[in-house]
T-cell receptor, first 112, second 113 residues
Framework: EPEVTQTPSHQVTQMGQEVILRCVPISNHLYFYWYRQILGQKVEFLVSFYNNEISEKSEIFDDQFSVERPDGSNFTLKIRSTKLEDSAMYFC??????????FGPGTRLTVL | GQQLNQSPQSMFIQEGEDVSMNCTSSSIFNTWLWYKQDPGEGPVLLIALYKAGELTSNGRLTAQFGITRKDSFLNISASIPSDVGIYFCAGQRAGAGSYQLTFGKGTKLSVIP
């Protein structure tokens, strides 16, 4: 069964450093998303991406964040200058028709 | 922003018992989805509901989309140990051009063998 994959599974970085989280969505899906989950809390929407542009973003997704689909398979989330409060699980999701979203296993980001 | 109130926060049940959890919102959603999350993993889609009043089953799971479009419940019948995990409801206002999911805070289910 096709699935969303994410790399790395765990990323440790120093405050102020840039990180890039990578995702390979399900191959025939057209909508892509990033969510985050701070430890013990609910999953929060960051951004959605369709037709090579951002279609929606939350107030969490400020100028430090960017997304890109550099080729036909990868979808990336970049955090330009990480802060301690960026430590969280980051989930990529994809959907075919924008309703049923399928999540990847997540990347645990730890900012020291 | 939109808030989903999910209850109960946690529950301990005996294996074989039925389980019920629900989500309510002050806002209308056009789609309700239920996910299960195991520790250290991503949410796994269990059931999606598309219209008010809809009742949908997936094996031992049954979910309903409330008539007011502001609530949904999930039932699990005859629970087994592998049902352990955190269950999240999520609402989507797809008809308004917004595809983001708004998640509840989760119901942590523990099953005692």
């Amino acid at each position: 069964e096709p699935e969303v994959t994410q790399t790395p599974s765990h990323q440790v970085t120093q405050m102020g450093q840039e990180v890039i989280l990578r995702c390979v969505p399900i191959s025939n899906h057209l909508y892509f998303y990033w969510y985050r989950q701070i430890l013990g809390q609910k999953v929060e929407f960051l951004v959605s991406f369709y037709n090579n542009e951002i279609s929606e973003k939350s107030e969490i997704f400020d100028d430090q964040f960017s997304v890109e689909r550099p080729d036909g398979s990868n979808f990336t989330l970049k955090i330009r200058s990480t802060k301690l409060e960026d430590s969280a699980m980051y989930f990529c999701a994809s959907s075919g028709l924008a309703i049923e979203q399928f999540f990847g296993p997540g990347t645990r980001l730890t900012v020291l | 922003g939109q808030q989903l109130n999910q209850s109960p926060q946690s529950m301990f049940i005996q294996e074989g018992e039925d389980v019920s959890m629900n989500c309510t919102s002050s806002s209308i959603f056009n789609t309700w989805l239920w996910y299960k999350q195991d520790p250290g993993e991503g949410p796994v889609l269990l059931i999606a509901l598309y219209k008010a009043g809809e009742l949908t089953s997936n094996g031992r799971l049954t979910a309903q989309f409330g008539i007011t479009r502001k609530d949904s419940f999930l039932n699990i019948s005859a629970s087994i140990p592998s049902d352990v995990g955190i269950y999240f409801c999520a609402g989507q206002r797809a008809g308004a051009g917004s595809y983001q999911l708004t998640f509840g805070k989760g119901t942590k289910l523990s099953v005692i063998p």
